[in-house]
């Protein structure tokens, strides 16, 4: 077990707390057979990503805002097969609510809908992409993350997924722990932590106020215990 000690605990949504995994890839395949567009490649583009900057990105002859608020209003009304992440639900109780939010690359609205469909906590205040300038892997999500709690990012622990959300996360100065849920674990080299899954992790609020994360990590640990 590798120990770090933090003040807050930032996570990203999809493939973190909550497994949209069938459900995303069902709603982006749909859309981009309707479009004439390539569907894997277009899941595989779209994870970790605001959505309009995906079709920004991957079909620049489209309008994208138009496009973006049609595949919005299918993920938040198209639910099925959305579920929490196992140990999710177990981790963020034992978390104050005022020492964790999410940072996510959805709109607040989305980001709202997938967390109830779920089962989970939806935290007063968190990042969407209705909150930035510039999406992951910029760091502004994290950055903004941080001082939405009220903490510096290098006493932050954020918990991500994908390569783009763990280059923005390295970028703002946090210590990551990532999942293989969505990408292999051999493309999440730049995490400090790899683990399997939130059992995996284990949280305890020690005296000083501070939070204690210990996590059995799949990868030699990068930070200072």
């Not at 490649?41 to 608020?69: F, K, N, Y």
Request: proline share 8%; net charge negative.
């Amino acid at each position: 077990m590798q120990s770090f000690v933090c003040q807050g605990v930032l996570f990203d949504l999809d493939g973190v707390l909550v497994d949209s995994t069938e459900c995303a890839g069902r709603i982006w395949k749909e859309w981009a057979l309707e479009r004439g567009l390539d569907p894997e490649l277009m899941v595989r583009s779209a994870h970790g990503r605001p959505t309009i900057e995906t079709v920004r990105m991957m079909a620049p002859q489209l309008d994208a805002e138009h496009e973006a608020r049609i595949i919005e209003e299918r993920e938040v009304t198209e639910v099925d097969g959305l579920k929490a992440v196992p140990g999710a639900k177990e981790l963020l109780a034992k978390l104050p609510p005022e020492r964790w939010t999410i940072v996510t690359s959805g709109s607040r609205r989305l980001a709202t809908a997938r967390l109830r469909a779920a089962g989970l906590p939806i935290p007063e205040k968190m990042i969407t992409a209705d909150d930035i300038i510039n999406g992951k892997p910029d760091p502004e999500p994290y950055l903004k993350g941080a001082r939405l709690l009220g903490f510096k990012p290098e006493n932050c622990m954020v918990f991500e997924d994908s390569p783009p959300g763990i280059r923005a996360a390295k970028s703002a100065g946090a210590t990551i722990v990532s999942f293989p849920t969505t990408y292999p674990v051999d493309t999440l080299s730049e995490a400090d932590f790899v683990t399997d899954s939130f059992r995996s992790v284990k949280v305890e609020m020690l005296a000083s106020g501070e939070l204690q994360l210990e996590v059995q990590s799949l990868q030699p640990c990068a930070c200072p215990s």
